[in-house]
């Protein structure tokens, strides 16, 4: 019933930039907060990132002043811009929300995208 779509990932030189979207689609009565989150090989999903539909933010300590997490609560988005790119943020970047779907109940449940890979080569 409700999905989330990233897309722009792909391979980038370190001290690029590359911005990932992500749209949230289906029967959604609202979104509370919405962030992303990363996996690298070998290592646990972290939070990169996350937003309040307020607009309050929190990043993590490693990605603070180089990525810049915005949604637009009209269209169900999120993007995440990434600046200043280092090899070790290579990971797998999952989308995430929390939201309250269009039921009897208005029930609110955690959903994830499917994924998108961010490379950055030295």
């Known amino acids: 019933q409700v999905q989330l779509v990233e897309s722009g990932g792909g391979l980038v030189q370190a001290g690029g930039s590359l911005r990932l979207s992500c749209a949230a689609s289906?029967?959604?009565?609202?979104?509370?907060?919405m962030g992303w989150y990363r996996q690298a090989p070998g290592k646990q999903r972290e939070l990169v990132a996350s937003?309040?539909?307020?607009?309050?933010?929190n990043y993590a300590d490693s990605v603070k002043g180089r990525f810049t997490i915005s949604r637009d609560n009209a269209k169900n988005t999120v993007g995440l811009q990434m600046n200043s790119l280092k090899p070790e943020d290579t990971a797998v970047y999952y989308c995430?929300?929390?939201?309250?779907?269009?039921?009897?109940?208005?029930?609110?449940?955690?959903?994830w995208g499917q994924g998108t890979q961010v490379t950055v080569s030295s």
């Open positions: 289906g029967s959604i009565f609202s979104i509370n907060a």
């Open positions: 995430n929300a929390e939201i309250r779907i269009r039921d009897y109940y208005r029930r609110q449940y955690e959903y």
């Open positions: 937003i309040t539909s307020g607009g309050s933010t």
